[in-house]
Nanobody, 124 residues
Framework: QVQLVESGGGLVQAGGSLRLSCAASGRPFSNYAMSWFRQAPGKEREFVAA????????SHADSVKGRFTISRDNAENTAYLQMNSLKPEDTAVYYC?????????????????WGKGTLVTVSS
């Protein structure tokens, strides 16, 4: 089992920045590829970004490309999502998820483990 705990969410004005963290425990963090997803009220969960086990490969959704950056620190067992130039439409609960291989990282039903989420609210 892998336990994932997100933090760093909050209320921010449009144009502002936040950095989300996802702390992992239970099994070697470097064995898992990581994704971030988000779910806005009344909408389906959507893919945001993914990073391979070593951190050498990343992928970002078109809606956040150029504004958000995923990263990880395997020594700290933590994945991050740096969010800049935030927009009101970025308001959502953000979830991190882990998978044992860097495949189908944008598919929520392919993830092996999930955190409980952290709320990001962007005011206009």
């Amino acid at each position: 089992q892998v336990q994932l705990v997100e933090s760093g969410g909050g209320l921010v004005q449009a144009g502002g920045s936040l950095r989300l963290s996802c702390a992992a425990s239970g099994r070697p963090f470097s064995n898992y590829a990581m994704s971030w997803f988000r779910q806005a009220p009344g909408k389906e969960r959507e893919f945001v970004a993914a990073i391979s086990e070593s951190g050498s490969t990343t992928s970002h959704a078109d809606s956040v490309k150029g504004r958000f950056t995923i990263s990880r620190d395997n020594a700290e067992n933590t994945a991050y999502l740096q969010m800049n130039s935030l927009k009101p439409e970025d308001t959502a609960v953000y979830y991190c998820a882990a998978r044992t291989s860097y495949r189908r990282m944008s598919a929520s039903n392919a993830m092996d483990y999930w955190g409980k989420g952290t709320l990001v609210t962007v005011s206009s």
